[in-house]
């Protein structure tokens, strides 16, 4: 018998975000909150030149200030 999230064609990972999602909306209000916090994610990048990390950037605020430019034009 195959594992019900490779049979459903997802990753392990992704099995993993859904059930904690899950989890996390059937709590109650106020631990659903504090939960609902601990698994928001902070993604930062750094662009490497020459053997130098440049600055550090919040990466949705990256994608955000590279998709406006194009959402003009849809």
Partial sequence: MA???????ITYNRYLAVAARVV???LK???RLQAEKRGEMD???A????GKQGES???????EQAAQPHAGGQ
Avoid: C, M, T
């Fill in 29 to 31: 209000d106020d631990k």
């Fill in 47 to 50: 662009k490497w030149e020459n």
């Fill in 3 to 9: 594992f019900a999230w490779k049979a459903a064609g």
């Fill in 57 to 63: 950037r919040n990466l949705a605020e990256a994608n």
């Fill in 43 to 45: 993604l930062r990048f």
């Fill in 24 to 26: 996390r909306r059937s």
